[in-house]
């Protein structure tokens, strides 16, 4: 039969049989359906090219000298999840709502292991699924059938790992702003939640900055709202420059208002990184003719921190850094200024 795959597509099938005679002919008949093929004759063997080499698809004969199938079987199943879940903890966000959808994915097998045997016994069976198979072909061998369980299985794994890609573009989607490509909102709300609490607990300081440029309904009014969303990409990129530890986030907190989470950070230190973004912002000399104050643009800097407690809330951390932006306004923007309790 011709391939029905494009040459660097043809899907990679590990072939493990201890029967040389077997192997050939199941080799044989794969290739005639367009797969690419390595071979296997025990269960160690496979095991090894499984690592080396990561098929998409596994066939396993149950009985073989040096490792069983069944053994074989369970060791690889246990790979393919720990590489899945290595893979899953890479991903930005594992609390998201759509974790769930994930919990159902996750059941889905993802390098399918189809074992074959001459065993058809009930306890065989069920011991070849509770081992991990995806599923379970008889010896022997029926061409057609092997033929149809292999591409639907192959199929269903492609359409999985489809699904998984979907899946991380929506979540990167549901907590990323368009078009910064900063934290939104709602992240920004989560993780200030989620900070307060973490400090709360270890009695340590948290500190937030709301930065905010100065008339820039202005800078739209002279320059046009595609030159003021460029203004924006370029403000959020000089603010991730600077703010560079591990925990911090900056996130679109509203139309042209940016803000940035300090975990473990105090008062001092949160001015001196506020100052350090508006000399950034000033150095980056953006002409912006119709602002009053000066020439090119700015930015006004409300600056707070708290250790928090459960009588406080992130509310009232927002509200001061808030206030003190508002002061920041009022003295004449472009400066900062930290919140203290008068
Ligand atoms: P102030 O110095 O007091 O902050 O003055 P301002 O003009 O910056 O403040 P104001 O709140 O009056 O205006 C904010 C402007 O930000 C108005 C709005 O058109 C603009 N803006 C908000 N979101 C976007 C956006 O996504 N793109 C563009 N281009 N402009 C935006
Ligand atoms: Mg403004
Ligand atoms: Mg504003």
Same mark, same amino acid.
């Given at each position: 039969?011709?391939?029905? &795959?494009?040459?660097?597509?043809?899907?990679?099938?590990?072939?493990?049989?201890?029967?040389?005679?077997?192997?050939?002919?199941?080799?044989?008949?794969?290739?005639?359906? !367009?797969?690419?093929? =390595?071979?296997?004759? $025990?269960?160690?063997?496979?095991?090894?090219?499984?690592?080396?080499?990561?098929?998409?698809?596994?066939?396993?004969?149950?009985?073989?000298? %040096?490792?069983? !199938?069944?053994?074989?079987?369970?060791?690889?199943?246990?790979?393919?999840?720990?590489?899945?879940?290595?893979?899953?903890?890479?991903?930005?966000?594992?609390?998201?709502?759509?974790?769930?959808?994930?919990?159902?994915?996750?059941?889905?097998?993802?390098?399918?292991? +189809?074992? %074959?045997? !001459?065993?058809?016994?009930?306890?065989?069976?069920?011991?070849?699924?509770?081992?991990?198979?995806?599923?379970? =072909?008889?010896?022997?061998?029926?061409?057609?059938?092997?033929?149809? @369980?292999?591409?639907?299985?192959?199929?269903?794994?492609?359409?999985?790992?489809? +699904?998984?890609?979907?899946?991380?573009?929506?979540?990167?989607?549901?907590?990323?702003?368009?078009?910064?490509?900063?934290? $939104?909102?709602? *992240?920004?709300?989560?993780?200030?939640?989620?900070?307060?609490?973490?400090?709360?607990?270890?009695?340590?300081?948290?500190?937030?900055?709301?930065?905010?440029?100065?008339? &820039?309904?202005?800078?739209?009014?002279? *320059?046009?709202?595609?030159? !003021?969303?460029?203004?924006? =990409?370029?403000?959020?990129?000089?603010?991730?420059?600077?703010?560079?530890?591990?925990?911090?986030?900056?996130?679109?907190?509203?139309?042209?208002?940016?803000?940035?989470?300090?975990?473990?950070?105090?008062?001092?230190?949160?001015?001196?990184?506020?100052?350090?973004? @508006?000399?950034?912002?000033?150095?980056?000399?953006?002409?912006?003719?119709?602002?009053?104050?000066?020439?090119?643009?700015?930015?006004?800097?409300?600056?707070?921190?708290?250790?928090?407690?459960?009588?406080?809330?992130?509310?009232?951390?927002?509200? &001061?850094?808030?206030?003190?932006? *508002?002061?920041?306004?009022? $003295?004449?923007?472009? @400066?900062?200024?930290? *919140?203290?309790?008068?």
């Amino acid at each position: 039969m011709k391939s029905n &795959f494009p040459e660097k597509k043809r899907p990679l099938i590990l072939v493990t049989d201890d029967d040389p005679v077997m192997r050939k002919m199941i080799c044989h008949r794969m290739k005639q359906d !367009g797969y690419r093929i =390595i071979e296997a004759s $025990n269960g160690q063997e496979c095991l090894d090219a499984y690592q080396l080499e990561s098929p998409d698809m596994i066939l396993l004969d149950a009985m073989m000298p %040096v490792m069983d !199938g069944f053994t074989c079987c369970q060791l690889l199943s246990k790979m393919i999840r720990s590489e899945h879940s290595r893979r899953k903890s890479d991903s930005l966000h594992d609390d998201s709502p759509l974790s769930q959808t994930d919990q159902i994915l996750a059941s889905i097998e993802r390098t399918p292991i +189809l074992m %074959v045997t !001459g065993l058809d016994d009930t306890e065989s069976v069920d011991y070849a699924f509770e081992m991990g198979a995806t599923d379970f =072909i008889r010896k022997p061998i029926h061409w057609a059938v092997l033929r149809q @369980r292999v591409r639907r299985l192959i199929q269903q794994s492609n359409l999985y790992q489809q +699904l998984e890609i979907a899946n991380a573009e929506l979540k990167r989607m549901a907590i990323l702003d368009g078009l910064t490509q900063l934290a $939104n909102r709602r *992240y920004f709300d989560e993780y200030l939640d989620q900070q307060w609490k973490i400090m709360e607990e270890k009695q340590l300081p948290l500190a937030l900055i709301l930065c905010d440029i100065d008339f &820039f309904k202005f800078y739209n009014d002279t *320059y046009g709202h595609q030159d !003021g969303d460029s203004c924006l =990409i370029q403000v959020a990129k000089a603010l991730t420059d600077e703010v560079k530890r591990l925990g911090d986030l900056v996130a679109r907190y509203g139309g042209e208002e940016m803000a940035i989470i300090l975990p473990d950070t105090n008062g001092e230190g949160a001015f001196f990184l506020a100052q350090k973004i @508006r000399e950034r912002i000033n150095s980056l000399q953006v002409e912006h003719s119709a602002s009053p104050i000066n020439q090119y643009l700015t930015l006004s800097l409300g600056v707070a921190s708290v250790i928090p407690s459960p009588v406080d809330s992130p509310q009232n951390l927002i509200k &001061f850094a808030d206030s003190a932006l *508002y002061l920041a306004k009022q $003295n004449g923007r472009n @400066r900062s200024i930290l *919140y203290t309790v008068d």
